[in-house]
């Protein structure tokens, strides 16, 4: 028989001859699974580990932001999924990133004392070892420094 440690067995699988299989598996099926054996000379049992892999779901925080010239944008890409996760910041539709734009490891995008020509639409990917996903964030500077 088999079972999953601190969980239950996923719901869809299936038991056949002392083999356990799961079909289409997520995530959350990653775990330590335990197969117990059991006859008239006594009992045993064995440990796997299984670890599933996925691409990343990426999201930006905020999604839409509106500053003045002169503020600070703060944005945060963030990202679930397989680690090691690497972040990457471009403009929509422009080439390069705007003067004085940092990113940093953690996947957020800094600009100090925006400027009205830098108001457009930003994208992070977030790329891993099984792929890359995006998100897209609208920002808009207006008014008078």
Same mark, same amino acid.
């Given at each position: 028989?088999?079972?999953?440690?601190?969980?239950?067995?996923?719901?869809?699988?299936?038991?056949?001859?002392?083999?356990?299989?799961?079909?289409?598996?997520?995530?959350?099926?990653?775990?330590?699974?335990?197969?117990?054996?059991?006859?008239?000379?006594?009992?045993?049992?064995?440990?796997?580990?299984?670890?599933?892999?996925?691409?990343?779901?990426?999201?930006? &925080?905020?999604? $839409? /932001?509106? +500053?003045?010239?002169?503020? !600070?944008?703060?944005?945060?890409?963030?990202? @679930?999924?397989?680690?090691?996760?690497?972040?990457?910041?471009?403009?929509?539709?422009?080439?390069?990133?705007?003067?004085?734009?940092?990113?940093?490891?953690?996947?957020?995008? &800094?600009?100090? $004392? /925006?400027? +009205?020509?830098?108001?457009? !639409?930003?994208?992070?990917?977030?790329?891993? @070892?099984?792929?890359?996903?995006?998100?897209?964030?609208?920002?808009?500077?207006?008014?008078?420094?």
């Amino acid at each position: 028989s088999w079972s999953k440690l601190r969980a239950p067995l996923p719901w869809q699988h299936t038991v056949e001859g002392g083999v356990l299989t799961l079909t289409s598996v997520g995530r959350q099926d990653s775990g330590q699974y335990i197969c117990n054996a059991t006859n008239t000379h006594g009992y045993s049992q064995a440990y796997t580990q299984l670890e599933v892999d996925s691409p990343p779901y990426t999201t930006s &925080l905020p999604d $839409q /932001v509106r +500053l003045r010239p002169g503020d !600070t944008l703060r944005l945060q890409c963030l990202a @679930h999924g397989s680690h090691p996760i690497t972040f990457r910041w471009t403009r929509v539709g422009r080439a390069g990133m705007p003067a004085g734009a940092e990113t940093i490891k953690d996947g957020q995008l &800094l600009i100090g $004392q /925006v400027k +009205l020509i830098d108001s457009g !639409t930003y994208k992070c990917v977030a790329t891993n @070892h099984v792929g890359s996903s995006e998100a897209l964030a609208k920002v808009t500077v207006k008014g008078e420094l």
